[in-house]
């Protein structure tokens, strides 16, 4: 029996839908596993267990000494850009007074050829002169004016003279942002946050693989629970203990620090590995055919 046509026909002037899938066109899918995820007690910048960990309004956690390192950056960055910013608004003042002074003097030096000059100034733009006074195609010093326009002719059509556009710095904002949520934050707007570690006698953990647990119910603390902080004290809860203790007391239940509902934050983590739980855990890679090399550009499309 005969293949199939579609596979069996390869003199076409284009790619056939066989011939794409061997070459990868299209969207690749493929399940994200567990070591693909970012655990709850790990840094949004080192993506290791954090240490004395720092937590913004919007529930990204970070290393202190990560985040204060990011701000540090951040305003290093926008210092050199403010500088940058004002050195152009400066060369440009400059350029556009000497644009000035040049044309007023163009402007004299027209107004005395005009009046005392041996050869009178002609204000059509159709008659040919140049900037010395020679007239006509006659002028001695035409050959060596276009000699030297030549030389210093913007042509885009020359790799040689293409002019080469200005770099226009804008001026930066102030502000510093989140690195993980794109939001502006600063350093007052941080608050540290305080994990229960269990501490049970059944439980034996290394140094560096430690489990916690809510100090409300006793439930170890998972990618699997949603957790909420407290601004006022620092202290995380699941969010079930959350709603049901402190948001109705009106207080912390391991400090009794008085708390209100706006003090209540919930911390973001970076999945669960269920895809019944809202977070779409598939990463994608887009492909398509370049001209002539079968293969073109790469977009990753990761969505999670």
């Not at 199939?4 to 076409?12: G, I, M, P």
């Not at 000699?147 to 210093?152: F, G, H, P, Q, S």
């Not at 430690?210 to 439930?219: D, E, G, M, R, Y």
């Amino acid at each position: 029996m005969p293949q199939r046509h579609s596979k069996n026909n390869n003199d076409l002037a284009f790619f056939t839908y066989d011939e794409k899938r061997k070459l990868g066109y299209g969207t690749q899918k493929e399940r994200l596993g567990k070591d693909s995820i970012k655990p709850f007690d790990a840094c949004s910048l080192c993506l290791k267990p954090f240490i004395d960990p720092l937590c913004c309004q919007k529930g990204h956690v970070f290393c202190k000494e990560c985040i204060l390192e990011c701000l540090l950056s951040q305003k290093k960055d926008i210092q050199r850009k403010l500088a940058a910013h004002t050195g152009q608004q400066k060369q440009e003042k400059e350029e556009e007074e000497e644009r000035l002074m040049l044309q007023k003097a163009r402007d004299l030096d027209a107004f005395d050829q005009q009046n005392h000059g041996p050869v009178p100034q002609y204000n059509d733009k159709n008659y040919n002169r140049d900037k010395n006074g020679f007239h006509g195609a006659n002028s001695v010093k035409a050959t060596s004016y276009e000699e030297e326009a030549l030389r210093t002719m913007k042509a885009f059509w020359l790799p040689s003279a293409t002019p080469d556009a200005p770099a226009k710095v804008e001026a930066p904002s102030t502000s510093t942002t989140c690195p993980e949520g794109r939001e502006k934050i600063k350093m007052k707007n941080l608050f540290p946050i305080h994990f229960t570690e269990d501490t049970s006698a059944q439980k034996k953990h290394k140094s560096l693989d430690k489990s916690f647990i809510c100090p409300s119910c006793k439930v170890t603390l998972t990618n699997t629970l949603s957790l909420v902080a407290l601004n006022t004290c620092g202290h995380v809860f699941c969010k079930k203990c959350a709603e049901k203790f402190v948001a109705v007391d009106k207080v912390c239940v391991v400090c009794d620090k008085p708390c209100k509902d706006r003090n209540l934050v919930n911390v973001e983590k970076g999945g669960t590995g269920f895809a019944a739980h809202g977070d779409n855990l598939e990463a994608k890679d887009f492909k398509h055919l370049g001209s002539g090399s079968g293969l073109g550009l790469v977009r990753p499309a990761m969505k999670t």
